[in-house]
């Protein structure tokens, strides 16, 4: 493991990472790539398929632990934790939605809404609460008590969206959500995830190689063969190659 360095992660950054490296057998997926979030921002990862988008969200997440670097969320060392501790971290504190909704068939729709809930001890009641409030602003609330198989691929990745958000998570990883979504899914998806976003301030790291997907998103995150592809332009603001856009930004290779 790597140890804690002697500098603390910036302050308005709640997650944090530097100098992360990961291979895939052997093949290198990500060189040397630091990057900073700030609570409450919407950041998207950009770039075509193969770039290291999904490894850097599954390294910020707790899935993987880097080969070398630092990985920290709310000045906690994520790349030191166990993988006990990343589990915790994972359902306490995260949630995730990619661009298949892995419903689990035997359960009901909310059911599934609220599996984070279920897992972490809430009662039957106050989940199943949550859940349908998710599923009413997702207008899927009708389908609570039917199974997944009845939904079409579009309504299943909308329950997918409200068990990322049933336990208002700090952070969202959002894993080319609208893929397999047409456009009128896809803006409903995505000003869910915004909105839910603003109103609860929470992070949302987006990694989507859809050019109108990442407009959403407060400022990109470039990537090309695991490096970052140049500077992370900040939308509507400061270039990142000022010092305000730099410290923003914390991206180097």
Not at 1 to 7: F, G, L, T
Not at 44 to 49: D, I, M, S, Y
Request: include cysteine.
């Amino acid at each position: 493991m790597v140890a804690p360095p002697d500098n603390a992660p910036p302050d308005n950054d709640v997650l944090w990472a530097r100098s992360v490296h990961y291979s895939h057998s052997g093949s290198p997926g990500l060189i040397g790539v630091s990057v900073g979030v700030r609570q409450g921002e919407i950041l998207a990862l950009t770039g075509p398929r193969g770039s290291g988008k999904t490894t850097l969200l599954r390294c910020l997440a707790g899935h993987m632990v880097p080969e070398q670097g630092e990985i920290w969320f709310n000045s906690v060392p994520v790349h030191t934790m166990g993988e006990l501790a990343r589990e915790r971290l994972r359902r306490d504190r995260f949630g995730w939605i990619g661009p298949d909704p892995l419903l689990l068939p035997e359960l009901k729709v909310w059911e599934n809404a609220a599996l984070p809930l279920l897992i972490a001890g809430a009662s039957h009641r106050t989940a199943k609460a949550a859940a349908c409030e998710w599923l009413d602003r997702l207008d899927i609330g009708g389908f609570a008590r039917k199974r997944p198989r009845a939904l079409t691929r579009a309504e299943s990745q909308r329950v997918a969206l409200a068990r990322a958000l049933v336990n208002e998570p700090a952070v969202v990883f959002a894993d080319e959500p609208t893929a397999p979504l047409h456009r009128s899914e896809r803006a409903l998806l995505l000003r869910t995830l915004t909105t839910a976003a603003r109103s609860h301030e929470i992070t949302v790291v987006l990694a989507t190689h859809d050019e109108e997907t990442a407009t959403v998103a407060d400022r990109r995150v470039a990537l090309l063969d695991g490096r970052p592809a140049g500077t992370a332009a900040a939308v509507g603001g400061p270039s990142d190659e000022t010092p305000e856009g730099q410290a923003a930004c914390s991206l180097s290779a």
